[in-house]
């Protein structure tokens, strides 16, 4: 089944399976912030940064496959797998827009 995501979360996904931190950040408002593992990070550069030793760090993809709004923030629900423990795993992120870029994004499990 495959699902139809807004345009500033599909960026999010597709930039992040290709291993590009500069598209990931870009994909976010100028002080968009992601909630990830306990930490807060702000702004594109944070989040460049984040990403980046994500990608460093481990080797994984990410597979959307529910997507939900509520409350307005929508949930995206996607299939990860990779090197890191716990894999394969469920993630839920949690996406506040703002205009077409991502105003805030949550990950949790």
């Not at 807060?40 to 939900?68: K, M, N």
């Not at 394969?88 to 992120?93: A, F, K, M, Q």
């Amino acid at each position: 089944m495959t699902i139809t995501l807004p345009k500033s979360i599909k960026a999010y996904f597709d930039a992040d399976r290709d291993g590009s931190p500069e598209a990931v950040a870009a994909a976010f408002t100028d002080k968009g912030t992601v909630k990830d593992k306990g930490k807060i990070h702000r702004g594109r550069e944070a989040i460049r940064d984040w990403i980046a030793g994500e990608g460093q760090q481990y080797s994984y993809t990410v597979t959307p496959f529910l997507i939900s709004t509520e409350g307005g923030k929508t949930q995206v629900t996607g299939h990860a797998v990779g090197d890191f423990p716990g894999s394969p795993i469920d993630l839920r992120y949690f996406f506040i827009l703002a205009g077409d870029k991502i105003a805030e994004l949550e990950i949790t499990v």
